[in-house]
C-alpha cells in the first residue's frame, strides 16, 4: 500500500479528485500509520496542527498531519502562518476541508511583510528576521475538500486555514539537493514568533488526535 500512496500522492496534475474506493484504502493506512505511531512521534507543529514524519530516502518523506478540533495557533506563533517550504508538497485531503492561498512575494523596501528564515536544532525551531521586505500578491485562492489532491512548489508562499475541524492531510515531501532553508513571511511591525518547542504530545494532546482519527474512521464507514 505504501508503493500506491507514493504513486497515487506524486501523479500529475497541479489539482485532481480521488474516487471513493481510492479515499477508503488511503484514509485507512492514514489511520493505521498515524494510530501506530502516534505516542512515539507524534509533535506539535507551530502552525497548530500535528505532524508525523515518515523518512523514505533522502529526498522523500511521507508526512500525516492532523488538526483536532478546538486547537489555534499556539501562542507566541502569532504571524508566522504564510511561510513556504524546502521541499515540493504534494497533498491529499483526507479529512475536513482546507483553503489554501498563494502568493507571489515581490521586493520592495517598503513592503508589508519582512522575511524571515527557520532554523532547526534538536527539539526546536526559531525565525531568523533577513532584512527583506517584500509584499506579497495573492495568485490562487482555492478551497480543498476531502479527497482533493494538489501540488505546491518549493518555495512558492503560501497561508493555510482550516474551514472545517477535524482535518487531516497526507503530504509527501520532495526535496532537492542544496534546498533553501524555508522562509516566513510576517506583516511589519509584528514581533517575529519565538522559539518553538517540538515536543511530544501531552495526554490531552493525544486523546485530542485520538478523537479526530475516529472521526475519519467514522466518515469512511457512511
Not at 60 to 72: D, F, M, T
Not at 84 to 90: A, G, K, M, R, V
Not at 159 to 185: D, G
Not at 192 to 207: D, S, V, W
Request: proline share 6%.
Amino acid at each position: 500500500m505504501l508503493d500506491a500512496v507514493i504513486s497515487l500522492l506524486r501523479a500529475g496534475g497541479q489539482i485532481r479528485h480521488c474516487d471513493a474506493d481510492t479515499m477508503e484504502r488511503v484514509a485507512s493506512f492514514f489511520a493505521e500509520r498515524v494510530e501506530s505511531r502516534l505516542e512515539r512521534d507524534a509533535q506539535r507543529h507551530p502552525l497548530g496542527f500535528v505532524v508525523l514524519t515518515e523518512q523514505l530516502d533522502n529526498n522523500l518523506a511521507l508526512r500525516y498531519h492532523v488538526w483536532p478540533v478546538g486547537w489555534s495557533l499556539p501562542h507566541g506563533q502569532e504571524g508566522s502562518e504564510t511561510h513556504d517550504h524546502s521541499y515540493e508538497l504534494n497533498s491529499l485531503v483526507i479529512l475536513g476541508s482546507l483553503r489554501q492561498r498563494t502568493f507571489k512575494p515581490i521586493s520592495d523596501e517598503c513592503g508589508s511583510y519582512d522575511t524571515w528564515k527557520v532554523a532547526y536544532s534538536p527539539g526546536t525551531s526559531s525565525l531568523h528576521r533577513i532584512g527583506q521586505k517584500v509584499n506579497l500578491r495573492v495568485d490562487a485562492d482555492d478551497t480543498f475538500v476531502a479527497g482533493t489532491a494538489y501540488r505546491l512548489s518549493a518555495g512558492l508562499p503560501h497561508h493555510v486555514e482550516m474551514i472545517e475541524r477535524p482535518a487531516a492531510t497526507l503530504v509527501l515531501s520532495v526535496t532537492a539537493k542544496n534546498a533553501p532553508s524555508p522562509r516566513v513571511f510576517v506583516p511589519t511591525g509584528v514581533d517575529g514568533p519565538g522559539k518553538f518547542a517540538r515536543t511530544p504530545l501531552n495526554p490531552a494532546e493525544l486523546a485530542a488526535v485520538n478523537a479526530a482519527i475516529s472521526g475519519l474512521r467514522r466518515s469512511q464507514q457512511r
